[in-house]
């Protein structure tokens, strides 16, 4: 179907008219030919935008777009089967084939079922430019090489991107020469929830050679045939790299305030490592070191940038003048970490929940004994960090304690699990060991600390159930306190 002539010449005169590009994309759009109208849509900017990602709910984009992949699959199939047909009578009119195997004779099912076991074997559903759909500037799509994929977040809802995300994915990644492993989130309320490995498991799957053409897959199971043996590796790899966002943003906490109470940078990790009161890190790994210097340079570079960067903004810019991706983030899509904001924590009385963000990401949702009325309220930061507050493991305070601005409440452990979930403290804040030693090894002295009567946070527990799943780096020696035994309000 040609689009109108008119339009098309408009355009042509007048490349500026956003609205007249969009108009155009959807003419294209109508006809299938979903390459020239993402082009188009590409070219209208704003406008697109603004028609598009108020209106469609993400059930919509995902109808859509299964109907655009059975759509290119068949398509594919056709090409197959003509180009066979081709070198067939080829073959017939060299006398090299009998007669028999001419092409109007042919048992085309032959061919189409060659083409369903390529599709099914690479699980690629292809929205490229074909031969009756060239590219918007009339050349020719370049075949896409796949190459070492990148890792970043989507939000979902209930289990599914929406349509703004996933149209917003769509457009970065034609001008993007990459592979993207898209990783679901759960959204509640403001909130991403960055949980678990367990939830964070990959969705989607994107080729791009930064010129338009696209290949995309689903590896939802719903929609992908696939196993889990086929995404084993990827899903290893998915989990190296959540790994070390968690250790980036620690990193970034801890050189952040440090910084904001000296005044300078700490220039070597060790200046971090140093014995109670000085210890900024709770737990260092050798990834953490070798990741070090680049988190530095990394937080030198942006300081005083007031950039929107969010986790929830999948829109990233690469951090450096020339697009190159710091190395130690070569699997991050953007080129640089994931999580940028501080941490900080929120702890709901009413829900008997802490939450640790970043910004509107959730790392972690513990539940937590309180003391009702006697949990004050209000801001507060993290001052004193201790190991064994009361002087041994075994004590009341359990094997971490963190205290609150100088004050007599602290977040401890404690020798009475059973009270985690009530309100029987005398107002400070209890956790299970395994929690307490895990936030200890994330925050640094400084954190911010929110405690409110109801908060909009998450009510689920978000926490590893694996102790090997933890975050839990080797403990900096030297942070217990000799000079005191801590007793805070119990």
């Known amino acids: 179907m040609r689009m109108p002539h008119d339009l098309k010449s408009y355009v042509q005169k007048h490349p500026d008219n956003q609205m007249a590009w969009y108009l155009l994309g959807k003419d294209y759009e109508r006809s299938g030919q979903t390459a020239k109208a993402n082009y188009c849509f590409e070219r209208s900017g704003g406008i697109y935008e603004a028609f598009e990602h108020s209106k469609a709910p993400a059930q919509v984009w995902m109808e859509y777009q299964h109907k655009l992949m059975q759509l290119e699959q068949q398509r594919s199939k056709q090409q197959i089967k003509r180009k066979s047909a081709a070198i067939l009578l080829w073959l017939l009119i060299l006398g090299i084939v009998p007669s028999a195997m001419a092409p109007d004779a042919m048992d085309v099912d032959v061919v189409t079922e060659l083409a369903e076991e390529s599709s099914s074997e690479q699980g690629l559903d292809r929205i490229v430019y074909s031969e009756e759909q060239d590219a918007p500037d009339g050349s020719e799509a370049d075949e896409i090489d796949p190459g070492p994929p990148m890792f970043t977040g989507i939000p979902l809802i209930n289990g599914e ?97 440090y ?169 400070c804040i209890r956790m299970h060991q395994e929690d307490v030693e895990e936030l200890f090894a994330l925050v640094p002295p400084g954190t911010q600390v929110t405690i409110k009567n109801s908060a909009n946070t998450p009510a689920g527990i978000i926490a590893p159930e694996q102790a090997g799943d933890r975050f839990q780096p080797e403990l900096v020696p030297g942070q217990t306190n000799p000079d005191k035994i801590y007793h805070w309000l119990n």
């Open 161 to 257: 991107a929406t349509d703004e995300d996933t149209g917003r994915m769509m457009n970065q990644l034609r001008r993007t020469d990459a592979t993207i492993i898209t990783l679901g989130l759960e959204r509640e309320n403001e909130f991403l929830l960055w949980g678990t490995s367990a939830a964070r498991q990959p969705v989607y799957q994107f080729h791009s050679n930064g010129e338009g053409a696209v290949m995309s897959k689903s590896l939802l199971p719903e929609w992908c045939k696939c196993t889990p043996e086929d995404h084993k590796d990827l899903s290893a790899s998915a989990v190296r790299w959540g790994q070390k966002e968690e250790q980036a943003i620690a990193l970034l906490s801890a050189i952040t305030a």
């Open 259 to 427: 910084q904001q109470q000296n005044g300078v940078y700490p220039e070597r990790i060790e200046q971090l490592m140093k014995p109670f009161p000085n210890n900024r890190i709770g737990g260092v790994s050798s990834s953490m070191r070798e990741l070090y210097p680049e988190m530095l340079d990394y937080i030198k570079s942006v300081a005083g940038d007031d950039r929107d960067s969010g986790p929830d903004s999948i829109d990233v810019e690469q951090s450096s003048e020339d697009g190159a991706a710091l190395p130690g983030f070569e699997d991050t899509y953007g080129g640089e970490p994931y999580m940028k904001e501080s941490l900080s924590i929120v702890v709901n009385k009413e829900t008997h929940r802490l939450t640790l963000l970043s910004g509107n990401m959730v790392l972690r949702n513990y539940e937590v004994g309180l003391g009702g009325e006697r949990t004050p309220e209000g801001d507060f930061v993290i001052s004193d960090k201790v190991v064994n507050p009361n002087g041994r493991t075994d004590g009341e305070f359990g094997t971490r304690g963190m205290q609150l601005s100088d004050t007599d409440y602290a977040i401890h452990g404690t020798n009475d699990p059973g009270s985690i979930g009530l309100d029987e403290s005398l107002g």
